[in-house]
């Protein structure tokens, strides 16, 4: 919990900075629309996909399924080890993935002429 919480503090500390470099990037007349493509590709590529992929390591975790009229029902018991270290791992392999996305796009940016 401790590595998690320092790594997710890590990766928080780029957001504000992200947000001033995409909106310094881009023409005064062009921002609003520039905002809207960030929200719509993170809800695309970020928020949909994400309760899918966490479902599926939820569920692969399940010792004891339902059954009802032959069909496989809802999860009555998890295996709490292998349940703790899937979520916490895909969570923590997520963020230092993004981690290393926000130093590429350090030095990508470093040197960059900002309009005024």
């Known amino acids: 919990m401790i590595v998690l919480a320092i790594v997710k503090f890590i990766v928080s500390l780029s957001y504000v900075g992200n947000l001033i470099t995409d909106l310094r990037c881009v023409e005064e007349r062009d921002k609003a629309l520039s905002l809207g493509i960030i929200a719509t590709a993170s809800g695309l590529f970020a928020f949909l996909p994400t309760q899918i992929i966490y479902g599926a390591v939820i569920d692969s975790t399940c010792l004891v399924w339902e059954q009802s009229c032959g069909e496989r029902g809802s999860c009555w018991v998890y295996d709490n080890d292998k349940f703790r270290y899937s979520l ?29």
């Open 88 to 116: 916490h791992g895909l969570t923590s392999g997520c963020l230092m993935v993004a981690g290393v996305f926000e130093i590429i796009t350090y030095f990508k940016v470093k040197n960059l002429k900002f309009f005024d």
